[in-house]
């Protein structure tokens, strides 16, 4: 847990968000300036920065959030998806807690 990340605060519960899925490791929600029809975010409970800063102890943890992206997507009715995960400033990443955008369901953009 971050004191100042905002996805930390919806792990916790302090700031509310509209939760689709939850589990003791990942909760996802849906993205509050969506740039398709669906657009949800599936994050780690666990504050970890990026990908850039993963290590081998968060093998599991990687694997556990991209397979959920395929079932939540499922059960949120889209036949196909994208998924992003964008990494460092550079990469145009906003919120420093490790997620993965998933977007569909028409219009969906190359880029978050
Ligand atoms: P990124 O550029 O990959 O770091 O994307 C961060 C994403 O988080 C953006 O698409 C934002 O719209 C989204 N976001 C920021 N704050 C919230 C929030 N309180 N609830 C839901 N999504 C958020
Ligand atoms: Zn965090």
Same mark, same amino acid.
């Given at each position: =847990?971050? !004191? ?7 792990? *916790?519960?302090?700031?509310? !968000?509209? /939760? ?6 990942? #909760? %996802?929600?849906?993205?509050? *300036?969506?740039? %398709?029809?669906?657009?949800? @975010? #599936? $994050?780690? /409970?666990?504050? $970890?920065?990026? @990908?850039?800063?993963?290590? %081998?102890?968060?093998? !599991? @943890?990687?694997? /556990? =959030? @991209? ?11 889209? %036949?196909?998806? /994208? &998924?992003?995960?964008? &990494? ?6 906003? +919120? ?5 955008? +998933?977007?569909?369901?028409?219009? $969906?953009?190359?880029? $978050?």
């Amino acid at each position: =847990m971050s !004191a100042d990340c905002i996805f930390c605060k919806i792990v *916790n519960g302090s700031i509310p !968000a509209k /939760k689709i899925y939850e589990d003791e490791d990942h #909760i %996802a929600f849906n993205d509050i *300036n969506p740039s %398709a029809r669906v657009h949800f @975010l #599936i $994050v780690p /409970k666990l504050h $970890v920065e990026s @990908l850039a800063s993963c290590e %081998a102890q968060h093998q !599991a @943890l990687l694997g /556990k =959030m @991209l397979l959920l992206a395929p079932k939540l997507a499922k059960e949120q009715g889209l %036949a196909g998806f /994208k &998924t992003l995960i964008n &990494t460092g400033k550079d990469g145009g990443q906003l +919120v420093f807690h490790i997620h993965v955008h +998933v977007l569909g369901g028409g219009n $969906v953009p190359l880029k $978050v």
